[in-house]
């Protein structure tokens, strides 16, 4: 293990011992905010103190077993207890590792992901409709529940434009810490079901990823600065979605942002979650801003989010996908469309982790 980690982790077993002292103190416990706050924090610091204590006890179980070796006796019992704390050694690393990454709070949050259809005309929108089929595959084998906010369909199937709301967890992340790297331009290379000439034509869509947000965030926008209509909803809905007024769009009349849904059947429902969805593009908004300026400092994986970014190109004729932030070529394009997901997933979030670590090394030096 690398020293800085050493030093690192360090610091975690002398700031329980502190935040054992400060919650036994009478004035600490008759402060309740303050004494919540204390104790989620050592929480926190406990279950990385815990593992170091076990990473450091493995370490001089292994040193003791590198001496029984030359006894003849023991080699044999040496051998295998070796084996083990190497193992178990390299395992608590990596954990060790990753709880000590800085959090992203959104990562816990739900997800609201919007695909908008790009170039390529009707063939986009059929694109559309295969990505929002591969994200609800996904989130069905996460455990997730699923739902359509609003909806642009196209003549010829799939959609112009499309918002999906995704809640759970999985992996030990939520919706938005598992989907927030799929935002930017995709890419598709195939035949498309029209083409007499069997030639391959290339179209694309756009998808931004949003971090649901508290109530309370939707709670600081002014009411004045919002800009409310309703009108009557689009496509298939049955008799009653199609005779009332009762779909919404919201523009939040400083940034021009607008969120609409017309997916629920009552007015009230629909504006409650085009609010969520306006709440998440301005909070997103903000994020991106502070992206760009960082990514004036240091190249970063996810880059500003923006959506002219081409981030992924899905080849049909040849059944591979290629994600070209990290270089990734999976030859198994068929069952990723069928939402397994879960190796690039888990390569982007690998990449990461990685990209964390040496900013922590580099500013730990």
Not at 102 to 110: I, T
Not at 227 to 242: E, V
Not at 337 to 360: H, P, S, T
Request: hydrophobic fraction near 35%.
């Amino acid at each position: 293990m690398k020293p800085f980690l050493r030093q690192q982790l360090a610091r975690y077993t002398d700031r329980q011992g502190e935040l054992e002292f400060l919650l036994s103190r009478e004035d600490i416990m008759k402060d309740m905010e303050q004494f919540l706050k204390l104790s989620r924090e050592h929480t926190d610091v406990t279950a990385v103190s815990s593992r170091w204590a076990r990473y450091q006890q493995r370490e001089a179980d292994l040193s003791s077993a590198e001496e029984m070796k030359s006894d003849p006796d023991m080699a044999e019992m040496a051998e295998e207890e070796i084996a083990s704390a190497t193992t178990e050694l390299a395992q608590l690393e990596s954990e060790l590792q990753r709880m000590l990454l800085p959090k992203d709070p959104d990562d816990a949050r739900p997800a609201f992901v919007e695909i908008r259809a790009g170039t390529g005309g009707d063939e986009s929108a059929l694109f559309a409709g295969d990505l929002l089929r591969m994200y609800t595959r996904y989130a069905d084998r996460c455990g997730w529940k699923s739902e359509i906010v609003s909806e642009s369909q196209s003549e010829l199937g799939g959609y112009k434009e499309v918002v999906v709301r995704f809640e759970g967890h999985h992996n030990g992340t939520g919706a938005y810490g598992a989907l927030k790297f799929e935002s930017g331009g995709h890419r598709v290379q195939r035949v498309p079901a029209t083409e007499t000439q069997g030639r391959i034509h290339t179209s694309a869509c756009t998808i931004a990823v949003l971090a649901e947000q508290d109530e309370a965030e939707a709670i600081k926008i002014n009411p004045s600065d919002l800009r409310i209509d309703t009108y009557r909803a689009s496509g298939a809905g049955g008799q009653h979605i199609n005779k009332t007024d009762s779909a919404v769009r919201i523009t939040h009349i400083p940034t021009g942002i607008v969120a609409e849904c017309q997916d629920g059947r009552s007015q009230h429902s629909n504006k409650a979650q085009a609010l969520k969805v306006l709440t998440a593009r301005i909070h997103e908004k903000e994020r991106s801003e502070r992206a760009a300026k960082d990514a004036a400092e240091r190249k970063s994986l996810v880059g500003s989010g923006d959506r002219s970014d081409r981030i992924r190109t899905y080849n049909f004729p040849q059944g591979r996908l290629t994600d070209h932030r990290i270089n990734l070529t999976l030859y198994k394009l068929l069952s990723i469309m069928e939402g397994d997901l879960d190796d690039v997933v888990g390569a982007l979030q690998a990449y990461e982790a990685a990209e964390q670590l040496a900013a922590l090394e580099l500013h730990s030096n």
